[in-house]
């Protein structure tokens, strides 16, 4: 009988709702549990998983419990046992009513365990005892600090919206984070309670070889994306004309959702770094900004591009936008492993300085903001290169002397003129190797002639899709 059953949820996996992730195998997660169990010794760690909706959305996982576990269900709990190197999962019941109408969802139970290569898969009300043992033992618990992230949010931006919450004398809510914890001090207030959002962030920070290829695929989504919206462009078009043709390559590709969003910028509204509105016509002489990426499988990309409404760059667009680029292919150029964020500006001020003095400006202008882009860098003592992407677009991060292998970053300096209230601004996805580093966004035009071949119907090399 329990083969059986066993053979049905495998199935379902396979053809119809899946009971378990198809983004990762169950080993990945489990090594992701491992290095956790390494950093807690003889401590757990307790990690709530995220509610359904209210209302008829689809359900996504929150972030840091998805990279411990891979389960989907709804209000699940996972408990990583550092001392008996063991994992418990805790799910609710099954609800045949709900089931009937949706679909199954993963339960508690042996298959469960065997899908998801947990050793223990409990029913959410065992919590409690358990709880209680940790208490009796007076085991040191490891617990979030901040709210898990879900759809297109970042670590940032949850603490920022939890605090305005708490803070607001009209609303005063806590956070579920802060709730959790309080219920789990109440449970076991002899146990001494540490924060496990450092420990979680370090291990996201670098990622494994089948994290990349996610990323490389979100990536690849993102950047046809850019290229389609290059190829429909033209004047007369809207902001949302151009979103919606990411929001429909993100679909086709089977994106769950998108990472942020869609900032598709014409004329001045670029000068809003995160303008996205998207209301606005293309007219012809406009310069348009494209940044938009999808959540694919719970993994995030970010990239950028700008082109000309209505095709062709002016004289003045080719001056601004070709120093620019010049000045952002020499930080390109620049970064290697096992460096400083810093080593990387200084060798790349040395290469823009030396743009700069063979660069045919016209316009002074340009030059006095080209020179402004350059003495940033100079001038930037420890700053990063830009920020981290993974599971989040704006990815936690851990302190890093020196770019890593396996580090995930965008670059995205921009070039402001604010008197004329003009940006350039493009971003790419990049990937530190034991050798240098890999653009997962590299096939998405950047040069003028290839933006314009684009849009006048020309066609580029689509890499083949990263995962299978």
Request: charged share 25%; glycine share 6%.
């Amino acid at each position: 009988m329990k083969k059986s059953i066993f053979a049905f949820l495998v199935c379902q996996a396979a053809g119809g709702q899946p009971l378990f992730t198809t983004a990762l195998p169950p080993e990945e997660f489990a090594q992701h549990r491992t290095a956790l169990m390494e950093k807690i010794g003889d401590g757990a760690a307790i990690v709530e998983g995220a509610t359904e909706y209210p209302g008829y959305m689809k359900f996504r996982q929150g972030n840091q419990f998805f990279y411990l576990t891979g389960v989907e269900a709804p209000r699940a709990i996972v408990l990583i046992d550092g001392r008996a190197r063991t994992s418990t999962l805790y799910l609710q019941a099954r609800n045949p009513r709900k089931e009937s109408a949706e679909g199954p969802v993963l339960v508690p139970g042996e298959e469960a365990q065997k899908l998801t290569g947990i050793e223990h898969a409990a029913d959410r009300d065992q919590f409690a005892a358990d709880l209680a043992k940790l208490a009796r033992d007076q085991r040191t618990i490891y617990l979030p600090s901040r709210a898990d992230t879900q759809w297109a949010q970042t670590n940032a931006d949850m603490t920022a919206y939890d605090a305005a919450n708490a803070n607001d004398p009209w609303d005063g809510r806590l956070s579920r984070a802060a709730i959790f914890r309080e219920r789990v001090h109440v449970s076991a207030p002899r146990c001494e309670e540490r924060d496990l959002d450092p420990i979680l962030d370090a291990l996201r920070t670098i990622k494994t070889p089948r994290e990349i290829a996610l990323i490389r695929e979100a990536t690849r989504i993102a950047g046809i994306a850019m290229t389609e919206a290059m190829a429909a462009a033209k004047p007369g078009m809207h902001e949302y004309d151009i979103e919606a043709i990411g929001d429909y390559v993100f679909k086709r590709n089977n994106a769950q959702f998108f990472a942020y969003f869609g900032l598709v910028a014409a004329g001045q509204n670029s000068f809003y770094p995160h303008y996205h509105a998207a209301q606005s016509e293309l007219k012809s002489g406009d310069m348009v900004l494209f940044d938009y990426a999808p959540d694919y499988m719970y993994y995030s990309s970010d990239v950028t591009r700008e082109f000309p409404a209505n095709g062709k760059f002016s004289a003045d667009q080719r001056e601004l936008y070709g120093i620019y680029l010049k000045l952002y292919q020499a930080l390109m150029t620049s970064i290697r492993p096992n460096v400083t964020a810093r080593a990387v500006m200084q060798d790349a001020v040395k290469k823009m300085d030396a743009i700069m003095a063979s660069y045919p400006f016209t316009n002074p202008k340009y030059r006095a903001a080209a020179s402004r882009f350059v003495e940033n860098y100079r001038n930037s003592v420890g700053r990063s290169l830009g920020h981290n992407v993974g599971m989040e677009v704006h990815d936690v991060s851990a302190p890093l002397e020196t770019l890593k292998p396996g580090l995930v970053f965008t670059i995205e300096p921009a070039l402001t003129v604010p008197e004329d209230r003009i940006y350039i601004r493009l971003e790419d996805v990049l990937v530190i190797t034991e050798k240098g580093y890999e653009n997962l966004s590299s096939f998405a035009p950047v040069e003028i002639a290839d933006i314009e071949r684009v849009m006048a119907g020309g066609k580029i090399a689509i890499p083949a899709k990263a995962v299978r």
